[in-house]
């Protein structure tokens, strides 16, 4: 480093060169980007630049002033630009901790002291429903929820009982309060998630309530959960099964309720049905009853026949928009022919191809499947090779089921009259198995167990097939009577002005009906 002002008596030239050789300590390179930091600004800016002296790490600019405008200035050696600090990124943190609701995540093993508490806490001298209460609050204290994760577990806790959300008349802690109680007691004042009062002899000899994992978990997944949740993937459904299991198992776990382990390993074994037959019944009730039984409803009578809207004038101009509605008779004639060729007798094509199939019976029925079948080498080899390659995409090959009459245990009885016909007709009297014929690409999202509400039809040559679709359920539904308690407000007592209005308002209609 020189400083100028030992240089006054210097030659102009001689000072020029010693300032030059004292600053230049960069390469020629950085001597470039410098100037081309300068000319990127703007007309004011260079300006300045050329006046003063730079000190930018990457070397001088080119000084052409007179040494009178640096009097009293000293250049110093550039200095290294400090590398950029990293900036924390706060906005992540937590974000990779687990949840608890990972596919194999398992509970951390308990230390001595935790092991303890628990002894005390999940005591079997301890009421269910003191244990059960527990259990929900450090379960919930240990597991991520977000919010789709949270509905579907208050939903569950609701439809099995459980009141979820902040107890009634319950307000803030007192210091009183919060000095008299421990931690345990202080956490069950303060819970969100607890047994109603009606509830709490549960378990007991003498309550009007059971406990029942197996039976909730069948009705909750069987029923809520399909018309609650728009679980419109494999992968959706599977996670919020996977919610309801987390949960069973950590009642295993921490030997919550030991005395309803059976219970619960009976719930899980639902949970794991559900993982696979959920997906499949969504994906059926918006299939079925497909191309061949729409095509017999359209040609002999049924939900199909004159849906067809492609033969109107006003939906010349809408088709090319939202398409027809129903299918022309055309197409289904051809349809039901292939199903024929496929499946029928000789004695069947005959009647059909004279037009004088016709008819005799239809009801609604519910029906479980017992055996699903495809199509052989045969079968198949007929519909590539003899079926007409017009229509190829409704030639769909045909398979079959086999099913069984079902009663849904949620439906009144079938109230049948003096002659022993009712509602059922023919078919609703049959006690054997039956034979439906269904598309391969919907045999898919069929299995054993499987159980269908619809109208089922039968012609006269013995032919069953079905349409309307009202309902399609998994092998494990089973209503419960919880089902009737959603909605359920606890009845409060009337005023006594109000119900003396009430009963003033009704005395002239009493006295009517006793004169």
């Known amino acids: 480093m020189i400083p100028i002002s030992s240089l006054l008596n210097e030659d102009l030239s001689s000072l020029q060169n010693t300032a030059q050789q004292a600053l230049t300590t960069t390469s020629g390179d950085a001597h470039v980007n410098t100037q081309t930091d300068v000319e990127m600004t703007s007309g004011s800016a260079s300006t300045t630049a050329e006046q003063q002296p730079s000190t930018h790490a990457d070397g001088p600019s080119q000084y052409e002033e007179d040494d009178a405008d640096h009097e ?25 901790k687990p949840t608890g609701f990972e596919e194999y995540y398992v509970d951390a093993p308990l230390t001595p002291e935790e092991s303890k508490e628990e002894e005390d806490l999940y005591n079997p001298s301890r009421t269910f429903v003191e244990r059960i209460e527990t259990c929900i609050q450090r379960y919930k204290a240990k597991r991520k929820f977000d919010s789709e994760r949270k509905d579907i577990f208050d939903k569950w806790m609701a439809y099995g009982g459980i009141i979820t959300g902040p107890k009634a008349f319950g307000g803030g802690l007192d210091t009183n309060t919060l000095e008299s109680n421990d931690a345990e007691g202080i956490a069950t ?24 994992f197996e039976g909730v978990a069948k009705a909750f997944l069987a029923s809520r959960v399909p018309l609650n949740f728009d679980l419109h993937t ?23 309720c030991p005395e309803y382990n059976e219970q619960i390993y009976a719930a899980r074994h639902v949970c794991d049905r559900a993982d696979k037959e959920l997906f499949a019944v969504k994906e059926a009730s918006s299939r079925l009853p497909g191309p061949f039984n729409a095509a017999c409803s359209t040609l002999f009578g ?75 080498n045969d079968t198949r080899k007929y519909y ?13 090959v045909l398979g079959k089921i086999k099913a069984k009459p079902w009663v849904n245990p949620d439906e009144p009885e079938d109230d049948r009259s003096d002659d022993g016909e009712g509602s059922g007709g023919v078919i609703g009297q049959l006690g054997y198995e039956f034979e439906l014929w269904i598309e391969e690409d919907l045999l898919e999202y069929c299995f054993v167990g499987m159980k269908i509400e619809a109208e089922v039809k039968q012609l006269n040559h013995g032919v069953l097939y079905f349409d309307s679709v009202s309902a399609v359920r998994p092998s494990f539904f089973q209503p419960i009577a919880n089902d009737m308690m959603i909605g359920w407000v606890e009845p409060t007592e009337m005023k006594q002005s109000e119900a003396e209005r009430i009963e003033r308002e009704n005395e002239p209609a009493m006295e009517m009906d006793e004169g």
Not at 359 to 364: C, D, F, G
């Open 302 to 376: 049924g939900y199909y026949k004159h849906l067809y809207s492609g033969d109107q004038e006003w939906a010349e101009e809408l088709g090319e928009i939202c398409g027809s509605i129903g299918m022309s008779n055309k197409l289904a004639t051809r349809i039901v022919q292939a199903g024929f060729g496929a499946y029928g007798s000789m004695k069947l094509c005959v009647a059909a191809n004279a037009k004088k199939l016709e008819l005799i019976a239809s009801t609604p029925l519910g029906f479980e499947i017992t055996e699903v079948i495809y199509a052989d």
């Open 384 to 396: 590539q090779e003899d079926v007409p390659k017009t229509f190829s995409r409704a030639f769909q």
């Open 72 to 96: 009293g200035e000293t250049f110093s050696a550039p200095r290294a630009e400090a590398a950029p600090k990293k900036k924390k990124n706060k906005g992540r943190k937590g974000k990779n």
């Open 234 to 256: 494999l992968k959706m459904n599977q996670a919020c099964v996977a919610i309801i299991r987390n949960f069973l198992n950590y009642l295993i776990y921490h030997n919550v």
């Open 189 to 212: 004042l303060t819970a969100t998630d607890y047994v109603g009062g009606d509830k709490y002899r549960v378990g007991k000899e003498g309550s009007a309530f059971v406990v029942d």
